[in-house]
């Protein structure tokens, strides 16, 4: 597992006092509000301790203590802005992050392996897993409790159901 999670990525500057605009990755973009820290994520990952936090339509505005012009945080764009481990919100009971699901192997609850998790969709119903086929196809199975049987983090596993005709699509 992943010990550190990404929350979001530097898109711009704002303004000249050294704030950032940030596309949030996460469910809930207020949780900005209870961050103290975050680590810019690159070759030297960087600690930065949040000053400020405001919102502006879908993005975050974030200043950093002791980053106050432009020119210190001009060369910051595209990069991650991740969090430890620790500092994620609680999940309930059959959530996952979504670092935690790629590469689980599926297998069917007939024991045929399936592939591997390739990318998780995050649609407006439910979230859609891609999975690789070991014959390089796609299959799309919808995260519902009638598809998604099992989810063992621990073994690498996931067990699905697959029902009739996504396999055919």
């Known amino acids: 597992m992943e010990q550190m999670l990404r929350?979001?990525?530097?898109?711009?500057?704002h303004g000249v006092?050294?704030?950032v605009k940030v596309f949030p990755t996460t469910d809930d973009a207020k949780r900005f509000k209870n961050l103290k820290q975050v680590i810019l994520d690159g070759k030297e990952p960087l600690e930065?301790?949040?000053?400020?936090?405001?919102?502006?339509?879908?993005?975050?505005?974030?200043?950093f203590r002791g980053y106050d012009s432009i020119n210190d945080v001009e060369t910051w764009r595209q990069r991650d802005l991740m969090i430890t481990r620790d500092q994620a919100v609680e999940l309930k009971e059959n959530e996952?992050?979504?670092?935690?699901l790629i590469?689980?192997?599926?297998?069917?609850?007939?024991?045929l392996e399936l592939g591997t998790v390739k990318d998780v969709l995050v649609t407006g119903a439910n979230d859609v897993y891609v999975v690789e086929?070991?014959?390089g196809k796609e299959l799309l199975l919808p995260a519902i409790g009638d598809c998604i049987l099992e989810v063992n983090l621990e073994q690498g596993r996931m067990k699905v159901h697959v029902l009739d005709g996504l396999m055919d699509l």
């Open 103 to 111: 590469g689980l192997s599926v297998a069917d609850d007939k024991g």
């Open 133 to 135: 086929l070991k014959n």
């Open 17 to 19: 006092r050294g704030e």
């Open 7 to 13: 929350v979001g990525v530097i898109t711009s500057t």
């Open 96 to 100: 996952y992050f979504i670092t935690d």
């Open 48 to 63: 930065l301790s949040i000053e400020q936090v405001k919102f502006f339509k879908n993005m975050v505005i974030l200043k």
